[in-house]
T-cell receptor, first 114, second 115 residues
Framework: EDKVVQSPLSLVVHEGDTVTLNCSYE??????LLWYKQEKKAPTFLFML????IEKKSGRLSSILDKKELFSILNITATQTGDSAIYLC??????????????FGTGTRLTIIP | NAGVTQTPKFQVLKTGQSMTLQCAQD?????MSWYRQDPGMGLRLIHY???????DQGEVPNGYNVSRSTTEDFPLRLLSAAPSQTSVYFC??????????????FGPGTRLLVL
């Protein structure tokens, strides 16, 4: 069974700090790892990672994947109160045509104190 | 495009009642799925469909039925609601051209309370 574990479960930091969120996984036939940000409603897409060692960046957010050690990190630098959210990690497993699924972790709840 | 729509936004049910959560998309996506999200947990896959007439079970299918008679609609039926089904339900669709990847579109969610 596919499994995604995120840590920490919860994190409280001050505005301006840098945070690192972790995601480890076990999946049959890995295809991609995805990061989402969830505020009060549906998750919104941040990054998709498929290759080891290639950093993806978007403003103050960046992410990297290690397919040998089966984990990914999401970094947020110079945090702002608008970064407060639940960050979800998901992996896509591929078991054949018509048998592709996303498995989500429990998420990390990030709170930024002004 | 309206994207992925879900109705109702919020529903209260009594134990044993049945109801259908509606999900529709106007993007001609083949892949549609239902997730539930409970406090402190990520999204868990209930059922999914890769096209009209084709459905399959996800991680937590018990107590739920689905059907896919058209590409646009993917309703989720609760046959006999239980308090354990209190949750937020998200429907998602995906063009599924080359994997699920970054093209997953989520609906706004339905908050369900079963008393």
């Amino acid at each position: 069974e596919d499994k995604v574990v995120q840590s920490p479960l919860s994190l409280v930091v001050h505005e301006g700090d840098t945070v690192t969120l972790n995601c480890s996984y076990e999946v049959t036939n890995f295809r991609s790892l995805l990061w989402y940000k969830q505020e009060k409603k549906a998750p919104t897409f941040l990054f998709m990672l498929t290759s080891s060692g290639i950093e993806k960046k978007s403003g103050r957010l960046s992410s990297i994947l290690d397919k040998k050690e089966l984990f990914s990190i999401l970094n947020i630098t110079a945090t702002q109160t608008g970064d407060s959210a639940i960050y979800l990690c998901a992996v896509e497993g591929f078991l054949g045509f018509g048998n592709e699924k996303l498995t989500f972790g429990t998420g990390t709840r990030l709170t930024i104190i002004p | 495009n309206a994207g992925v729509t879900q109705t109702p936004k919020f529903q209260v049910l009594k134990t044993g009642q049945s109801m259908t959560l509606q999900c529709a998309q106007d993007m001609n996506h083949e892949y549609m799925s239902w997730y539930r999200q409970d406090p402190g947990m990520g999204l868990r896959l209930i059922h999914y469909s890769v096209g009209a007439g084709i459905t399959d079970q996800g991680e937590v299918p018990n107590g739920y039925n689905v059907s896919r008679s058209t590409t646009e609609d993917f309703p989720l039926r609760l046959l006999s609601a239980a308090p354990s089904q209190t949750s937020v339900y998200f429907c998602a669709s995906n063009p599924w051209a080359q994997g699920l990847g970054e093209t997953q579109y989520f609906g706004p969610g339905t908050r369900l309370l079963v008393l």
